[in-house]
């Protein structure tokens, strides 16, 4: 006995009722829409590999088994033409043509054929391997059936999915535009490239924990939750920082993790809730060697997606990464925007009439080294396009890196900055223990005067810190927004299943 269908037909749009229809016909006449297998013998593109220049109206003589999704389907008289694909390397699949013909399969299985099958569907045929007199390498079928019934169709080609419906649903999206597949494609070569760059260098790669008692390792807001079997507060991590640090205090001295991270903040073109990050610490280097590092680690990823440090945006224009990259200081590029010397030292009052000159807002718990920050935000960053290491920002907002070693009140960070965003951040690290709690200590300070992204003071890493970590530099960058500088692309097209809000 059939399985009743669990949607109420009669409310149902024409076409997903008629396909469910389908789906029940097939059941009542014993066939079974979702089979838990098909008698494959080949995938398309082994075929297509093994036969890739036939002439037309070649009969090979070899009978083969094959599946994919049908994405085109001519059903006229006594022969059908049904265009199939399946998954794989390469920006659209692989397809390959099937022809049912009325001398192959018989009347009624070509009748079968042309009421049953629709676009969208999995179709499993077996039979010879031939090329049309068009020269298209083809199965001419002797038997098909339905490997997996569509019951929704897919969108047609002069009504394409809106962006937004593109995110919605990323599975249709795969499925019709080659160039979701290509990015799905290029995020693994990414992955594999970064971990291959650092492998190659010594690296070691680890895991840390996501679900953290105290957040920590960068200046963001948490998520929270709770954990049922203990009956305590948890927070997602917002950077993997102090468990890598452990790591290089237990002696584990080039550490690196892609994983993600979680920070309950904005959401835009280059903000997601949820992304990657790449981390990694390197015993006895600084922030000069961890800039090094990260522009082999972008340059190899270029050259691994598009053969070259040349990359081809999605619009068409090309984008260079190669060579070495220019850097600049925080302050010396703010002072040349705003026509006059600012420093670490340039007083706050100064600084606040700056802000309300350019319209910048000051909030409470800014200090002078918090309003230098957003200033240069403002001003500063929309024009680094070309790659750029802006380095040696205020201590006071770098509360785990190390002093600056030749200008007092400034530290050894450098963010990296690419078409206007910031790619990634590096350090040299700041490992006395003493000098973190004090730091630790003053982010309480700003917790108290409302700064939401300020870090906390952890014990258990302050532990470990008295251990003694080696002089060491340390990186981070966004896997997302790496994506981003290689395609062109927003944040939530290199995401496969970014997070969107529920019901729109």
């Known amino acids: 006995m059939s399985a009743p269908t669990p949607t109420d037909d009669d409310d149902l749009p024409e076409q997903l009722r008629v396909r469910r229809e389908k789906r029940q016909r097939l059941l009542d006449s014993g066939v079974e829409p979702y089979p838990v297998v098909v008698p494959r013998t080949t995938s398309l593109a082994q075929l297509r590999e093994r036969f890739p220049d036939l002439p037309a109206d070649t009969d090979t003589g070899e009978v083969a088994g094959v599946t994919g999704r049908v994405i085109f389907l001519r059903n006229s008289g006594k022969l059908c033409f049904a265009t199939i694909r399946e998954g794989g390397a390469g920006d659209s699949g692989t397809e390959l043509q099937i022809m049912v013909s009325l001398a192959g399969v018989g009347e009624e299985s070509l009748a079968a054929f042309k009421r049953d099958v629709d676009l969208g569907d999995h179709l499993f045929a077996h039979g010879r391997v031939i090329t049309s007199r068009r020269g298209e390498l083809s199965v001419m079928a002797d038997s098909w059936s339905i490997a997996g019934k569509a019951l929704r169709p897919l969108p047609v080609a002069h009504k394409p999915l809106s962006e937004e419906a593109r995110v919605r649903q990323r599975y249709v999206d795969l499925i019709v535009r080659p160039q979701a597949r290509r990015t799905v494609e290029i995020r693994a070569a990414v992955n594999r490239s970064l971990r291959s760059t650092l492998h190659d260098r010594g690296f070691l790669e680890v895991e840390t924990p996501m679900l953290q008692v105290l957040h920590g390792g960068a200046a963001a807001r948490p998520f929270s939750t709770h954990m049922n079997a203990f009956d305590m507060e948890l927070y997602l991590r917002i950077a993997p920082e102090l468990y890598l640090k452990?790591?290089?205090?237990?002696?584990?001295?080039?550490?690196?993790?892609?994983?993600?991270?979680?920070?309950?903040e904005g959401v835009d073109s280059s903000h997601s809730p949820e992304f990657a990050m790449l981390e990694a610490y390197e015993a006895w280097s600084d922030y000069n060697g961890m800039a090094e590092l990260t522009r082999s680690l972008i340059q190899d990823a270029a050259v691994a997606v598009h053969g070259s440090t040349t990359v081809t945006?999605?619009?068409?224009?090309?984008?260079?990464?190669?060579?070495n990259w220019p850097s600049v200081t925080l302050y010396g590029s703010l002072s040349d925007v705003v026509g006059r010397e600012i420093t670490v030292d340039t007083p706050m009052a100064e600084l606040v009439a700056l802000?309300?000159?350019?319209?910048?807002?000051?909030?409470?718990?800014?200090?002078?080294?918090?309003?230098?920050?957003?200033?240069?935000?403002?001003?500063?960053?929309?024009?680094?396009?070309?790659?750029?290491?802006?380095?040696?920002?205020?201590?006071?907002?770098?509360?785990?890196?190390?002093?600056?070693?030749?200008?007092?009140?400034?530290?050894?960070?450098?963010?990296?900055?690419?078409?206007?965003?910031?790619?990634?951040?590096?350090?040299?690290?700041?490992?006395?223990?003493?000098?973190q709690r004090a730091r630790f200590v003053d982010q309480a300070r700003f917790a108290g005067l409302g700064d939401d992204e300020a870090m906390v003071l952890d014990e258990e890493f302050l532990r470990a810190m008295e251990y003694a970590m080696p002089p060491s530099g340390g990186m981070g960058m966004g896997v997302d927004r790496l994506i981003m500088a290689l395609t062109g692309l927003g944040i939530r097209e290199t995401i496969l299943f970014p997070f969107v809000r529920p019901g729109e």
């Open 313 to 323: 945006h999605a619009d068409g224009r090309e984008f260079d990464l190669g060579g």
């Open 246 to 264: 452990r790591a290089a205090v237990g002696g584990i001295e080039r550490v690196f993790e892609i994983n993600r991270n979680f920070r309950n």
């Open 355 to 435: 802000a309300q000159q350019h319209g910048v807002g000051v909030a409470p718990h800014y200090g002078p080294g918090k309003l230098a920050e957003e200033l240069f935000d403002e001003l500063v960053r929309p024009d680094l396009i070309s790659p750029t290491f802006v380095r040696d920002y205020p201590a006071e907002t770098s509360p785990l890196t190390r002093d600056h070693r030749d200008r007092p009140g400034l530290a050894e960070k450098w963010d990296l900055y690419i078409r206007g965003t910031e790619m990634g951040t590096g350090y040299s690290e700041l490992v006395d223990p003493v000098i």
